[in-house]
């Protein structure tokens, strides 16, 4: 085999491998843990906070080069042109008076120039601080922005472990419609149902049919929204996996309010950030102050020029007229038009408006805690109570079954124990996912990762 032809090989075997990577991942459920790691590296408004945290970095790369001297080089080729001039004419350039006939000349200067601040109050270190701040409140934005991902792929992960669970309880509601209506035209053939009987039996086997088909369009929407997170865009199968949860589970004990909120205080990223954000205004609020202090800064710089309309050659126009200079230059504010007050006013009230934010997202945190907590207890507590519900009508609506086929109950009352039966199936499904998703959510603002 030569070279080409091992070389096409290797791509053919890498394209087959990739195409059955492919193919296997469509074909695989995915868990929580695989879709929130396949959001964080792929949705689009952490890519977005990755850039603002990047533009953050060369920002500050910015700010620490001003405390160096800048150098900066120019030059001016200029033409005159004088078309009516009939004799010699005086003429001073570069500080040399010359005399001379020439309708066009041109001029030439060049210039190396540097400047470098050498106090200013302290802004540019402090900004340099500011900055700095500024790139971690930045970094805790798109920790913020992960969490709440996380948070909302759960929801809807464990809605489409709710809906899955629902449509199971459908599709056996739909069978048991479906033997009953059997049985009910033979009742009818008998003469033991009426045709309004027969008729309410298919209703209730159309409408479980309709209730699982909704249930499906249901599940189907979830899915759609979990893609749309996990920016899935193309047509690729898409599934969860299924849980094993038992009442030890549903059951386990729930932090307190209190305990979570505590440790969320320190944990929360938008905790962090509002108080970074006092941080930076307490750094805006000296930066406007350094406006009052005087400020000192040095020049340097080197020059030369040429004139065509000189005796001299350019090469001697150029070393008679090499200069060099430099100076200090000594700023002091004296009257500014309160441009230094009203800057400090200002930054004395963003501070202001800093601490009533962290003041604000404190109290969000404690609502959003206290309502996890409650959603966690309350499910809980109907969980033991649909638990309960739930054998008594099992029990007896295999009653009333067994009861309607022997003629012995009417319709009415068998579909009002399939209501009950269903009803307390719905709550028992719905009180336990809730549960489990409360106390992971409750959990998770402990610093714990989402594990269902």
Request: proline share 1%; with cysteine; aromatic share 8%.
């Amino acid at each position: 085999m030569n070279f080409m032809s091992y070389k096409n090989y290797l791509m053919y075997a890498a394209c087959l491998f990739q195409a059955l990577a492919v193919a296997g991942q469509d074909s695989t459920r995915w868990s929580l843990q695989e879709c929130i790691d396949y959001a964080i590296a792929h949705n689009i408004q952490l890519k977005q906070n990755k850039i603002t945290e990047e533009q953050g970095a060369a920002d500050l790369l910015q700010k620490k080069a001003e405390l160096f001297p800048s150098l900066s080089f120019s030059t001016t080729q200029a033409i005159d042109y004088r078309p009516l001039q009939k004799s010699e004419t005086s003429i001073v350039a570069n500080g040399i008076a010359n005399s001379s006939s020439n309708k066009l000349t041109e001029n030439g200067n060049y210039g190396l120039n540097a400047s470098w601040t050498v106090w200013d109050g302290g802004a540019n270190r402090k900004n340099i601080k500011a900055q700095k701040l500024q790139n971690q409140i930045s970094a805790l934005a798109t920790q913020a922005t992960a969490n709440s991902i996380q948070e909302q792929i759960a929801q809807l992960y464990v809605q489409i472990l709710y809906s899955k669970d629902a449509l199971d309880v459908n599709k056996a509601m739909e069978e048991t419609a479906k033997s009953q209506f059997g049985r009910g035209k033979e009742m009818y053939e008998q003469g033991q149902i009426s045709k309004a009987d027969l008729a309410q039996l298919e209703a209730q086997a159309a409408s479980a049919q309709y209730d699982c088909v909704a249930t499906q369009t249901q599940i189907d929407n979830y899915k759609r929204q979990l893609k749309e997170l996990l920016e899935i865009t193309d047509d690729r199968k898409f599934d969860i996996s299924g849980i094993g949860t038992n009442d030890e589970a549903t059951m386990q004990l729930i932090p307190s309010v209190n305990e979570v909120y505590q440790k969320a205080l320190n944990l929360r990223p938008e905790i962090q950030s509002s108080r970074l954000s006092i941080d930076a205004a307490d750094l805006d609020i000296d930066i406007a102050k350094a406006g009052y202090y005087p400020s000192i800064s040095l020049t340097a710089g080197i020059g030369d020029s040429h004139y065509s309309g000189s005796r001299e050659s350019a090469g001697e126009q150029m070393r008679q007229n090499l200069s060099a200079s430099a100076g200090v230059t000594l700023s002091i504010p004296i009257f500014d038009n309160k441009r230094n007050k009203t800057n400090v006013q200002k930054a004395k009230l963003n501070k202001m408006d800093s601490e009533l934010q962290l003041q604000d997202q404190q109290k969000k945190l404690y609502s959003t805690v206290e309502e996890y907590w409650l959603n966690a207890y309350s499910n809980q507590q109907k969980y033991v109570a649909a638990n309960a519900k739930l054998k008594s009508a099992q029990t007896s609506y295999e009653l009333l079954d067994e009861q309607f086929k022997n003629g012995l109950k009417n319709i009415v009352e068998l579909m009002n124990g399939r209501d009950e039966l269903m009803s307390a199936q719905q709550d028992r499904l719905q009180s336990k996912y809730n549960t489990l998703l409360h106390i992971q959510l409750l959990k998770f603002y402990q610093g714990e990762s989402i594990n269902l």
